[in-house]
């Protein structure tokens, strides 16, 4: 997913999500060994903690007639200089859970 907004105040995430099956709740983790090119690192674990509250915010929304039950791994995500932030990285975590769901009830309909 990569979320990219421009104008004065610019956005910029991306980051690649896998959704797996679980048994109760929502688990968020970063795949062990991920590496992204941005400094400063110190800021990369507020990142990972925008996406896994964008994912957790956009699944709990009641108007999906859903209870989530899924392990959430962060494969991959870039940031830039110039637009990373922790807004930026949120709402590409709630975008990410948004197309998961999206995919899930097509998969559903098609009887998969």
């Known amino acids: 997913m990569l979320h990219r907004k421009q104008n004065c105040a610019p956005?910029?995430?991306?980051?690649?999500?896998?959704?797996?099956p679980a048994a109760e709740g929502v688990a968020f983790e970063v795949?062990?060994?991920?590496?992204?090119d941005y400094e400063p690192a110190e800021d990369l674990p507020?990142?990972?903690?925008?996406v896994a509250a964008g994912i957790e915010e956009q699944l709990s929304l009641p108007e999906h007639g859903v209870v989530a039950a899924t392990r959430v791994v962060l494969?991959?995500?870039?940031?830039?200089?110039f637009g990373s932030h922790?807004?930026?990285?949120?709402?590409?975590?709630?975008?990410?859970?948004?197309?998961?769901l999206?995919?899930?009830?097509?998969a559903a309909a098609a009887g998969r």
């Open 11 to 20: 956005h910029f995430a991306g980051i690649v999500v896998d959704f797996e």
């Open 31 to 36: 795949a062990e060994g991920l590496t992204v």
């Open 46 to 50: 507020r990142f990972f903690a925008a």
């Open 75 to 81: 494969r991959q995500a870039r940031a830039d200089r």
């Open 86 to 100: 922790e807004l930026a990285f949120r709402i590409a975590g709630w975008l990410a859970a948004r197309e998961a």
């Open 102 to 106: 999206e995919r899930g009830t097509r």
